[in-house]
Structure formats: C-alpha cells, structure tokens
T-cell receptor
C-alpha cells in the first residue's frame, strides 16, 4: 500500500467542468509534487511545493492550479481542460526538497476529458 | 534540457533469463534513482545512487552508476514474472533531488 493517497482514482469531466484532485501524505514530508503521465510515457514534472510554498512551475497552463493548504495536503484544481489533458496525474512527496531523499508516489488519478 | 535515454524500450524474456537495462545521458547527475511502475499504480523506488562508480544490490537486482555520473545500468539475474513492469531511471542535476527528469522507460515482460 502506498503512503501517498490520491483521490479520486478515476475522473471523467467535460471541458467546461471544474474539479479538483487531492493528495495526502502523513509521513511528515515537506516537499510535494504533481506529475502528468501520458500512456506509455514517463512522468513529467508539473509543480513542486517546498514547505507549502510553490517552488517550481514547469510552465504548466493556467487551467491547472495547484494548492497546498498544509504540509499534508496537495490539491490540483482543474478548469476548462482540453482533451489532450487526459492522462494519469501522479502526486509524490519527499522528506525535504534539499536532500537526497527519494520521492514516494501515489497511485495516481486517471483523468479523462470528454 | 536533460535527456535520459533508456534502452531497450521493450524487452520480453522467459523466466530465469538475465537482462540489463541502460540509462544514458550527456548530462552529469548528482543522483540517479530507479523506479518500477506496474499498471494502475505509481512508480515505486528501487534504489538511489549518488557516487560515481557506485554499485548497489537489491536481491537479484544490481544497479551501477557510471564513473562520470552520466549513465546507469540495472541488471536483473534470473528474472521472474513478478519483475514484469515499466522500469524508469530518473536523474537530478540540481543537488536537491527535487527536480527529477525521468528516462524514456523500459517495459519488461517476463513469461513462464
């Protein structure tokens, strides 16, 4: 069982909908990440939060809006997505962003845009 | 932009065979991690290597980090069906392991 929990596991939404993906970890990790993974491709980094502050945004379109309410939670708010945004969205956490601590991944949310 | 090329892209072997997966780059990495991902799940960390020339063993898996820290290999001895999955190397050249670039992936299938 993964120690990073993502909900929902599956999400189908229309292009005009607003939805949110949620990620939770209780390992005391202070760095959290969002990745996007298309079929048969490796994960691509989207955002990095370090001590609840956004530290890296890999030029992600504004229709994706991350939020880190506290050190255990990470959200990804979705609005006006496009069909090409359909993918597996992975959340990860690590002990700290300034160490060689490994990243622990959740099982992802499989998102389909109609 | 960092680029991590893995080879082979796909490998289908029978139980008991040995195999090696390669991860190559023109960039120097301060650390490199190997993950295995199974369908419907997130990547699971297998190992982190940080020193050039380092060799780490995890049961039947042997990981090596190149002397120049630009490449790595994963060798599996006597593969089993449970080894089936997508193997991903991931490198960091910021010294923080916070900005990983994943390799292109190697999909391994081990049959009875």
């Amino acid at each position: 069982d993964t120690e990073v929990t993502q909900t929902p596991k599956h999400l189908v939404m229309g292009m005009t909908n607003k939805k949110s993906l949620k990620c939770e970890q209780h390992m005391g990790h202070r760095a959290m990440y969002w990745y996007k993974q298309k079929a048969k491709k490796p994960p691509e980094l989207m955002f990095v939060y370090s001590y609840e502050k956004l530290s890296i945004n890999e030029s992600v379109p504004s229709r994706f809006s991350p939020e880190c309410p506290n050190s255990s939670l990470l959200n990804l708010h979705l609005h006006a997505l496009q069909p090409e945004d359909s993918a597996l969205y992975l959340c990860a956490s690590s002990q700290a962003p300034d160490s060689y601590q490994p990243q622990h991944f959740g099982d992802g949310t499989r998102l389909s845009i109609l | 932009t960092q680029l991590l090329e893995q080879s082979p892209q796909f490998l289908s072997i029978q139980e008991g065979e040995n195999l090696t997966v390669y991860c190559n780059s023109s960039s120097v990495f301060s650390s490199l991690q190997w993950y295995r991902q199974e369908p419907g799940e997130g990547p699971v960390l297998l190992v982190t290597v940080v020193t050039g020339g380092e060799v780490k063993k995890l049961k039947r898996l042997t990981f090596q980090f190149g002397d120049a820290r630009k490449d790595s290999s994963l060798h599996i001895t006597a593969a089993q069906p449970g080894d089936t999955g997508l193997y991903l190397c991931a490198g960091d050249n910021t010294g923080t392991a916070s900005k990983l670039t994943f390799g292109t992936g190697t999909r391994l299938q081990v049959t009875l």
